[in-house]
């Protein structure tokens, strides 16, 4: 079945007189019948924090969509990584972490891991295959993230699957959505997602997904997650699989706004480069052609300026762009960057322009782009001023 039709009937109810969607389950104490129910082994749910099932419902819509033997639910996306990569992190292991990670990663890995006897060592997003040449015996990890989420560096993951042999490799995989790439198909290990974004899609609800290929990763990140005490409401288990109904519609929609405005930034004197996967300007353009099926409404630009008054300027004078953190809902958003701040083993863009972040939302290309035309105007005038 293709990914469409799965996103329509997975994780709902499918026998007898019901709903089209599943209840929200909620609660904490599951009651037994009698003793011997209580005391049965491998009880398909025994307590409210390892799930209800509403949770069941929204893990089984994952994995149809990521192909993956199993899924965890975490409280949000920074939890899900964190807990795949605890479910592998040991005193004296090595985790390796593409120094492309979305950056509270990084913290967690430093200020955490790193502490607690944990090697973390990081690595140029572009390494492919040449990351054999970083593992160690006691390397326990690779963390890729492609593309990354600021700065748009695709990874080859089936390069770096082939170089870590019987290492286990995790990939956020929030830009693709778990539609337009299949990491796990690739031979990635884990797929992990923040749900906050398109799966939800709403701007309204946290949650992390974390994908396993087989069945043992599947255990043993579910086992950690409950050693840790991990749980999440059923009612945002509910938003999400609500959200994944029209993941497919709005992805499309978010993909042709986002390569439209995209191309009209690449034209504009303003902007010096545009990093966005599918645009002929991107450097591994073809590793997105090969690997995905398509492109979500996340990009980045640089501009010329690193001028703050002009930044200011260019950021206060947009109506339609919201200005602040996260992305994938329905609305376009506009953020500024510094991603060379968050780097220890590449250098980013020395002596480059201001980085913005564009989510493309729903609205009307022409009103988007008038707005940002608008802006430039703006801005252009003050500093001309
Ligand atoms: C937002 C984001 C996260 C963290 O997700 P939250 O749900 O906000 O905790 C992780 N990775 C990427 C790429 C993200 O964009």
Known sequence: MKDETKLCHNGRPHDGLRMVNPPVERGST???PDYD????RNKPKYYGRHGTDTHT?????????EGAAGVTLTPSGL?????????????????????????????FADQYLAKRGVSVRYYDPLIGSGIKELIRPETALIHTESPGSLTFELQDIPAIVEAAGEIPVSIDNT?????????????????????????????DVFMGTIASRDEKTAHR?????????????????????????????????????????????????EVARVLHPALESHPQRALWKRDFTGASGLFSV???????????????????????????????????AWPAFSRSATVWGEGEGQLLRF???????????QDLDQAFERANREAKG
Not at 57 to 65: F, G, P, Q, V
Not at 232 to 256: F, I, K, N, W
Not at 359 to 369: C, M, P, R, S, Y
């Open 175 to 203: 830009w693709g959505a778990g539609h337009y790439l299949k990491p796990l198909a690739l031979g990635a290990a884990i797929s992990i997602q923040s749900a906050t974004k398109y799966l939800g899609g709403h701007s």
């Open 302 to 336: 640089v501009l010329k300026s690193a001028d703050e008054t002009y930044v200011r300027t260019f950021i206060d004078s947009l109506h339609l762009y919201g200005l602040g953190y996260s992305w994938g809902g329905f609305e376009s958003l506009c953020l500024p």
């Open 359 to 369: 989510h493309a939302g729903l609205e009307a290309i022409e009103d988007l782009t």
């Open 57 to 65: 419902a929204l893990k089984d819509a994952i994995a149809s969509l």
């Open 221 to 269: 990140i579910f086992k950690t997650a409950q050693l840790l005490g991990n749980a999440t409401s059923p009612d945002d288990a509910y938003q999400v699989l609500r959200g994944m109904r029209t993941l497919h519609t709005r992805l499309a929609e978010h993909e042709a706004q986002g390569i439209a405005l995209a191309q009209w930034l690449e034209e504009r004197p």
């Open 37 to 40: 129910s209580f005391r049965a």
């Open 79 to 107: 939890s899900a990584v964190n807990l795949a990569i605890l479910s592998f992190a040991k005193p004296g292991t090595d985790i390796l972490i593409t120094d492309s990670t979305y950056d509270p990663v990084r913290s």
């Open 30 to 32: 599951v009651m037994f």
